[in-house]
């Protein structure tokens, strides 16, 4: 398990964006547990019914937590996307190791057409 591991940190390399997206994550991240705060703070204060404000309560939570794994998917969707290639490729699931190829050289791009990450074998 150490050799694969070793073999997916040779092969994975981190893109030029990524202190972009650790401070676009940790700002969403921010302004979700903010938003959070204030949302909560005017239901409790306005809302008189126990239950009604329950249920405010409960949806508002929901709904956050839905944007904020919406946002994050946005923010990391690139990254995702590599890293499940990398892996399908390792396991030789869709990459055409099962029809004996010797070498296979795989390249994805980030948006900007800058090679991102490179897979060789």
């Not at 981190?14 to 650790?22: A, E, H, K, Q, T």
């Not at 991240?29 to 005017?42: A, C, E, K, N, Q």
């Amino acid at each position: 398990m150490l050799e694969s591991l070793r073999k997916w940190l040779e092969f994975f390399s981190v893109s030029g964006s990524l202190p972009n997206m650790l401070i676009s994550t940790a700002i969403l991240i921010l302004v979700t547990i903010i938003l959070r705060w204030v949302i909560s703070r005017y239901i409790r204060r306005s809302v008189s019914s126990t239950e009604l404000r329950r249920r405010w309560l409960v949806q508002s939570r929901n709904g956050l937590l839905l944007l904020l794994l919406l946002g994050l998917l946005f923010i990391w969707g690139e990254e995702l996307r590599a890293l499940a290639l990398l892996y399908c490729c390792d396991r030789s699931c869709f990459c055409g190791g099962h029809q004996g190829a010797d070498s296979l050289r795989y390249r994805v791009y980030s948006k900007d057409r800058v090679p991102a990450l490179s897979i060789s074998w």
